[in-house]
C-alpha cells in the first residue's frame, strides 16, 4: 500500500460499505463537506455526481476492499466471488481511531466483514436487516450478533424494532414510510458518533434512536 494512499485512509471521518450506505453517505457530505469520506464498494462509483453536481470521484475517496464480484439479480445486488485477506487487513490496520464505518449488515461485502475480528473493533455503525429484505445472510448475521454485547463501540439500529415500534403509532404503515423512518434514525445515529450538530428541519425521526438498537441480553 502506498504511503499517499495510507495518508488518505486514515484522515478518513466517515466511510460507507455498500451502495445503500453510500446513498446515505452522499446525503451526509453534502449536509457536511468538510468531512472526509470514502465508500467501500465492489467498483468504482465514478460516472455518480455529488448532491451538488460534482463528479464523485472529487471528494469520494473509493476504497477497493472487495473488487472480484459480479452483479446479479439484473444488478440489483453482487456476489463477492473471493476476498484477499492480506488486503483487508491492511486496510482495516490503516483507518484511525476517529474513524467511524457503517453499512447495511446484509451487504455481500459486510458479510464478509463480519468474520474479521478486527473489523469488530472498529467504530461501527451497522443496520440490521428487515426479514422482509430476505437474505442468505441471516445465519452470519446473527452469529455476530450473539456475541455482539461485548463491544461497545459497535451499534447496530435493529430494523424489526423500528417497524414493530412504528406499528404501535400507525398500523396503516407503507414500506416507503418505514424505510425513510430507518434512514432517519440511521443518520441521526452517525451525526451523532461523529459529534456534528443535527438540524432538526433535516433529521426528524420520529422514534427514539436508542429505542431501536439491538440489545443482546
Known sequence: ??????????????VSIGFEAFNLLVQIKGMYPHLRVGYIYYAALDCLSD?????????FTFIPLMTDAVPIYNGISYRVCSIDVNTIHAH??????????????????????????QFSRKRLILRRPLKLEGSSAKPYIDKYLRFSKTWDHVTVLDSHKVIRYLNRLDSLLTLPEVGEEIEQLWLK????????????????????ERSCLFVNL
Open 1 to 14: 500500500m502506498e504511503n499517499k494512499y495510507r495518508e488518505i485512509l486514515s484522515a478518513l471521518d466517515l
Open 189 to 208: 445515529l452517525i451525526l451523532e458518533e461523529l459529534d456534528l450538530p443535527i438540524l432538526p428541519e433535516i433529521v426528524s425521526p420520529r422514534l427514539p
Open 51 to 59: 448532491w451538488h453536481g460534482n463528479p464523485i470521484v472529487d471528494n
Open 92 to 117: 482495516l490496520e490503516v483507518f484511525a481511531d476517529h474513524t467511524v464505518l457503517f453499512g447495511t449488515m446484509h451487504d455481500p461485502i459486510l458479510v464478509k466483514l463480519l468474520d474479521f475480528y
